[in-house]
């Protein structure tokens, strides 16, 4: 970010830029929440977008290249919508944090996109004055001013633009009509004075030094924001009929509930069904082209650590893009459809019982296709505690890169013989019976943390319920291209250190003819020192070195045990890897690594995400630590029990 | 923040009436809001303010109301419901 942005604040900066005369203008699109403004966003951006982490904070941030009428390029930074600048959630204070000019690394913005939705004009003319209060340049945009129209209200835009003292385009979020309008605003931005920090800008939902109690500096803006809105000639759409009648079915005390279920069960079936054609399509790609490679490349230490390490290593985490995939594809299209919303009042009730809120339920949904896109789902949740508590169990979801050690030890240990009449099998059941342990987990974590370290008194839980709509393709589309830029990225980054690391121990310390036999390598000496530990648990330093190398990524294990059993391909449908394990291991304590892996947080990946979001080491540590005692007391149940 | 409960009318000739005993149609002004400030706020952000018209117009099927404020719907706790003080419109014959 900071190398393509040379006009940073201060002299040098300065310096740079009147050397090259190179002005990458930062404009920022704000909203409110309830209102998408990713659609706008995509419509001006197209492709030429990217994820950005800014330093010091923890949401990733969507800046976009503008090709304006010129020639020129200008960025474009959608900011997470909000309600207000109380700055509650992490979301509404990044939003402040980049509008005020204190984020690093980034340019303060030269002028603000102000995206509202015109059906609500008196509702969001309550966000639109302290951004008007910040004295940039700003453009208003009255999004879905067709449906204003449709639902037989008006405004006069003339009216509202002298009123409010800014520019106002109108658009329409289904036809995109109108984004010329803004890209003929954004052509005229200025750079403000390159190096001088703006007027120290603060912005809050109350004016700053007003000596009026809250409750009467917002009646105060309101009395203010019924001027303009009569001075505008605003009259309220009626009703949307559409949004009444599917209400009446999805909100309904009967129905409601029911449709909710079918929805999870759908994105279930989704992600454990209909990915598995793709899975094994990507499976096959990763063992034919490391086949080729190992075909290609002359044997060697270099061909073992790219085609045993970083190939495999890369391709056991490539295969879950499609589960996670589809799984966004869902959450984007019950998002979008405005039926989530619905989603969340309807859990509310129950979420609530627990200790958390109707807002956990998307984060938690998502858990059971990986732990790292729900922990930053949480970010919606306005209470901090409720974050919290809904980010600290949600690794106990049973998320998609458990499956695979599952499915070996289940094929592996479980006879394949009927529980519950010829539908549910024994193997079904384990199944099930691990999912239920990871709800019950969470559950009753939630619940003492609530009571505890997360104490206090009932928070409100306040829904917006956006009108119905049908999901616009393109933005899915970008959805998921983006969230699978997000995924690959992370799996290439630590999938691969930790390829590399494991190889490398495997092949030290080096004897006459070669790498040592892998009981005798560092990897084998580490499994060797945990083997006390692990022995109560009927684990062997082979699962103790297995449990090591999971701590980075669970299904891990799966080729871990294959290296160290010498049985070339480990997957979970390797029969010769199961005929292995069923000698080490009983029973009793492959039920015990089970229970191990539905409780253990061995996944890098969350714990890193963990610090983040949370902005230290407690909470990741606690978490680790808690879920790792859970792991070990519950595996030693699971032995003493199955024998 | 003040954590002073906000009150709205120091006048309230009316018995003590709460958003959550309003029945499903009947459109009512929201007189104060029984609540500390902190709690208060994100009421206030989405127009939840005194004087305001508050219709609640459906149940979710956890009993919870769901309400219709400046034309957008909002949904919320019945705790919280019965934390918003309100008045009838219709007997004091300014609904205009």
């Not at chain 1, 004295?135 to 449906?147: C, G, R, S, Y």
């Not at chain 1, 509930?257 to 990915?275: E, M, N, Y």
């Not at chain 1, 086949?291 to 495999?312: E, K, N």
Request: charged share 20%.
């Amino acid at each position: 970010m900071s190398e393509k942005h040379p006009a940073g604040h201060g002299v040098a900066g300065a310096a740079v830029l009147a050397a090259d005369e190179v002005v990458w203008l930062l404009v920022a699109l704000v909203g409110s929440t309830i209102f998408r403004k990713t659609t706008l966003f995509n419509r001006l951006t197209g492709l030429r977008q990217k994820v950005a982490n800014y330093p010091g904070v923890t949401v990733e941030k969507y800046v976009g290249l503008v090709r304006l009428p010129d020639g020129r390029d200008l960025d474009l930074v959608d900011l997470p919508g909000v309600h207000g600048f109380s700055a509650r959630t992490l979301d509404e204070r990044v939003t402040k944090d980049v509008l005020e000019g204190r984020v690093e690394g980034l340019r303060s913005p030269d002028a603000i996109v102000l995206i509202v939705d015109a059906t609500r004009l008196e509702n969001q003319l309550m966000l639109v004055e302290p951004v008007l209060e910040l004295e940039l340049p700003t453009l208003l945009v009255l999004n879905m001013a067709d449906e204003l129209a449709e639902r037989g209200g008006t405004v006069d835009d003339a009216a509202l633009a002298e009123r409010l003292g800014v520019r106002i385009v109108r658009t329409s979020a289904r036809t995109g009509e109108g984004v010329d309008g803004v890209v003929r605003y954004l052509a005229e931005v200025q750079p403000h004075a390159p190096g001088e920090r703006p007027v120290e800008r603060h912005l809050s939902n109350v004016r700053k030094g007003t000596p009026l109690p809250v409750v009467d500096a917002f009646a105060a803006r309101r009395r203010l924001v019924k001027q303009v809105v009569e001075a505008a000639d605003f009259v309220p759409p009626g009703p949307s009929p559409m949004t009444e009648r599917l209400d009446s079915v999805f909100l309904h005390r009967f129905w409601g509930p029911l449709l909710f279920l079918g929805v999870v069960l759908l994105v279930f079936q989704s992600i454990f069904t209909w990915a598995v054609p793709l899975m094994d399509g990507i499976d096959w790609l990763i063992v034919t082209s490391g086949d080729w490679l190992a075909a290609t490349l002359p044997p060697g230490w270099f061909r073992s650590l790219l085609v045993d390490g970083v190939w495999a290593g890369v391709g056991s985490v490539v295969i879950f893009l499609p589960q996670i995939l589809i799984l966004f594809l869902f959450l984007g299209i019950l998002e979008d459809s405005g039926y989530m919303a619905r989603a969340a009042v309807i859990a509310d009730r129950s979420m609530y019982r627990v200790g958390l809120q109707g807002r956990a339920f998307l984060p938690l949904l998502s858990g059971y296709a990986c732990a790292v896109p729900a922990i930053l789902a949480a970010r919606t949740i306005d209470d901090e505690r409720d974050r919290l508590a809904t980010i600290f169990v949600t690794p106990f979801m049973t998320c998609s890169a458990r499956l695979p050690v599952y499915a070996l030890l289940i094929a592996a240990f479980i006879p394949d013989e009927p529980l519950l009449g010829p539908f549910v099998g024994q193997r079904a059941g384990v199944m099930l019976g691990l999912y239920g342990l990871g709800i019950v987990a969470a559950v009753s974590t939630a619940w003492v943390l609530k009571r505890t370290l997360l104490r206090a008194k009932p928070t409100s839980f306040l829904m917006e319920l956006p009108p119905y709509r049908i999901p616009s393709p393109r933005t899915l589309a970008l959805r998921l291209l983006d969230r699978s830029r997000i995924f690959l990225r992370r799996a290439g980054r630590i999938i691969f250190a930790v390829a590399i690391v494991l190889w490398t121990l495997t092949q030290f310390p080096r004897t006459e003819v070669g790498p040592p036999e892998i009981e005798e390598s560092a990897l084998g000496r580490i499994g060797h020192v945990i083997e006390p530990v692990i022995e109560p648990l009927g684990f062997d330093w082979r699962i103790g070195v297995g449990l090591v190398t999971s701590l980075a990524a669970r299904e891990v294990i799966v080729g871990t045990l294959g290296t160290i059993y010498g049985v070339e391909t480990a997957d979970e449908e390797s029969v010769a890897l199961q005929e292995i394990l069923r000698r080490d291991l009983t029973t009793g304590s492959a039920i015990g690594l089970l229970v191990f892996f539905a409780f253990a947080l061995q996944c890098m990946s969350t714990v890193a995400v963990m610090r983040r979001e949370t902005a230290g080491w407690k909470w990741p540590a606690l978490q680790f630590g808690v879920m790792l005692c859970l792991g070990y007391l519950g595996a030693f149940a699971a032995y003493r029990i199955f024998g | 923040m003040q954590a002073l409960p906000v009150v709205g009318d120091a006048v309230t000739p009316e018995p003590d009436l709460r958003l959550g005993d309003i029945p499903l149609r009947q459109e009512v002004e929201l007189v104060s809001i029984d609540l500390p400030a902190d709690l208060a706020e994100p009421l206030l952000e989405r127009g939840v303010l005194p004087g305001c018209r508050i219709c609640p117009v459906r149940s979710s099927p956890g009993g919870d109301p769901i309400v219709s404020i400046d034309g957008s719907l909002l949904a919320l706790r019945r705790e919280t419901a019965a934390c918003l003080c309100v008045r009838l419109l219709s007997s004091l014959r300014d609904a205009g």
